[in-house]
């Protein structure tokens, strides 16, 4: 069984471009969650998403930033006209259930902006 | 939101045990306790969680103080492999739903 899958695993962007990070969760897996990881930090909630809906998003940026879980497919979190406080590594998990009490991570997506 | 206060890091001998320890003195009744561990250039893995009772699997082991707050992570015999950074971390009931809130966790350096 596949664990949760994130690509790219390295993402180059300069100033102003646009980033989409995608995330596959694992098999069975209908919850997905996006976290933000900044240099020597630890991981910041962003969005809490099941398939088709976007349950919590209190974590995210109001401006520039979005994600999205469609019925088919992997989530996407779309950040539009990066700039380099945007550059972190950007982690999915995934669960079965909400309130399971483990929640599976992807490797991450390190996303640099020149 | 509830907070987790770690120490930046720790050193341990290989085949020591271990104490991790955290305080979250804000936590709330219904917020269990959390702990992943993070390897380099990868994504956290679960380690253990709960909310009361002292808890134990084949990983560690979770002591939690009697008030809750205050938790201790216990590897019994720490292995090179152990090194990691170990987040202490409360999930958070909020809307029908849950979040972890993560500390800023403890690099274990664990020595041969």
């Known amino acids: 069984n596949a664990g949760v899958m994130q690509n790219p695993r390295h993402l180059v962007r300069r100033r102003g471009q646009e980033a989409r990070l995608r995330c596959s969760p694992m098999k069975g897996h209908s919850h997905v969650y996006w976290y933000r990881q900044l240099p020597e930090e630890g991981l910041k909630f962003m969005v809490y998403l099941q398939k088709e809906n976007i349950i919590d998003e209190s974590g995210m940026p109001k401006e520039r930033f979005s994600a999205e879980f469609p019925k088919e497919g992997p989530s996407i979190l779309r950040i539009q006209q990066v700039v380099r406080g945007d550059s972190a590594a950007y982690f999915c998990a995934s669960s079965p259930t909400v309130d399971l009490y483990e929640q599976y991570f992807g490797p991450g997506t390190r996303l640099t902006v020149t | 939101d509830a907070k987790t206060t770690q120490p930046n890091s720790m050193e341990s001998n290989e085949e020591e045990p271990v104490h991790l320890p955290c305080n979250h003195s804000?936590?709330?009744?219904?917020?269990?306790i959390h702990w992943y561990r993070q390897l380099p250039s990868q994504g956290p893995e679960y380690v253990i969680h709960g909310l009361t009772s002292n808890v134990n699997n084949r990983m560690a082991s979770l002591a939690i103080a009697e008030d809750r707050k205050s938790s201790t992570l216990i590897l019994h015999r720490a292995t090179l492999r152990d090194a990691a950074v170990y987040y202490c971390i409360l999930r958070h009931a909020t809307s029908g739903t849950y979040k972890y809130i993560f500390g800023t966790g403890t690099r274990l350096k664990v020595l041969a």
């Open positions: 804000t936590i709330s009744g219904t917020d269990y």
